[in-house]
T-cell receptor, first 112, second 114 residues
Framework: GENVEQHPSTLSVQEGDSAVIKCTYS??????FPWYKQELGKGPQLIID?????GEKKDQRIAVTLNKTAKHFSLHITETQPEDSAVYFC???????????FGTGTRLQVTL | DAGVIQSPRHEVTEMGQEVTLRCKPI?????LFWYRQTMMRGLELLIY????????DSGMPEDRFSAKMPNASFSTLKIQPSEPRDSAVYFC????????????FGPGTRLTVL
C-alpha cells in the first residue's frame, strides 16, 4: 500500500519568515495530494491540494509543489503569522476512491 | 451547515467495557471515514463507507472493533471489550462522494481506557 513520509516533525520559524514542509510517497499511482492543518483540540482541515497534472498551486500565502518523477511534494508558507502555528499533515490518494494515506505530521511553531 | 458532528467529545472508561462512538456526517455527503490518531501511529484510517456500505475495513485493528452505518446520517464505531491501548482520539470525516477527495473532519472523540 501507499506510504507517506513527512519532514520535519517539528519546525520553528520567526513571524514573517517562510516555512517549508516536505513529503515523499511510494505509490506511483497516487494522483491527489492534499495538505491538512490541525489546530489544538480540533479535527484536521483541508488548506490546499494538488493533483498530478499540476506542478504547482498557490493560494495567497500558501503554495504546494509536486514532483511526480521524484515522488515528492512540498508545502510552502510565506510571511508566517502566529495563527499559522498548528500541526500540518500531507496525504496522498490514488484517486480511485477517497482513501487518503497521511504523513506523520509537522508541528509548526511561529514565534514573535 | 453544522459540519460533522461527533459524540461524545470525551470518554473515559475502564478496561473491558464497551465503548460506542457516534458520528453524524454532513448532510448530502455519501462517504464516511473513521480515523484513529495517536502520537505513535499518527492518523490511521480504520474504515470507510460509501452510500452506507463498508468499502474498506482493512485498517480495523482487530475483531474488538466494529463499525456500522445504518443510514446516511449516522454511523457508530464500537469497541468491545476496550483495552488501554485503544486510548486515542477518534475522528469521523465525510466527503461528498467517492470521487470527491476533500474530507471534512469532525472535532473528534478523545477516548481514555483505564
Amino acid at each position: 500500500g501507499e506510504n507517506v513520509e513527512q519532514h520535519p516533525s517539528t519546525l520553528s520559524v520567526q513571524e514573517g519568515d517562510s516555512a517549508v514542509i516536505k513529503c515523499t510517497y511510494s505509490d506511483s499511482a497516487s494522483n491527489y495530494f492534499p495538505w491538512y492543518k490541525q489546530e489544538l483540540g480540533k479535527g484536521p482541515q483541508l488548506i490546499i491540494d494538488i493533483r498530478s497534472n499540476v506542478g504547482e498551486k498557490k493560494d495567497q500565502r500558501i503554495a504546494v509543489t509536486l514532483n511526480k518523477t521524484a515522488k515528492h511534494f512540498s508545502l510552502h508558507i510565506t510571511e508566517t503569522q502566529p495563527e499559522d502555528s498548528a500541526v500540518y499533515f500531507c496525504a496522498a490518494s490514488t484517486g480511485t476512491a477517497s482513501k487518503l494515506t497521511f504523513g506523520t505530521g509537522t508541528r509548526l511553531q511561529v514565534t514573535l | 451547515d453544522a459540519g460533522v458532528i461527533q459524540s461524545p467529545r470525551h470518554e473515559v472508561t475502564e478496561m473491558g467495557q464497551e465503548v460506542t462512538l457516534r458520528c453524524k456526517p454532513i448532510s448530502g455527503h455519501n462517504s464516511l471515514f473513521w480515523y484513529r490518531q495517536t502520537m505513535m501511529r499518527g492518523l490511521e484510517l480504520l474504515i470507510y463507507f460509501n452510500n452506507n456500505v463498508p468499502i474498506d475495513d482493512s485498517g480495523m485493528p482487530e475483531d474488538r472493533f466494529s463499525a456500522k452505518m445504518p443510514n446516511a446520517s449516522f454511523s457508530t464505531l464500537k469497541i468491545q471489550p476496550s483495552e488501554p491501548r485503544d486510548s486515542a482520539v477518534y475522528f469521523c470525516a465525510s466527503s461528498l462522494d467517492r470521487t470527491s477527495h476533500e474530507q471534512f473532519f469532525g472535532p473528534g472523540t478523545r477516548l481514555t481506557v483505564l
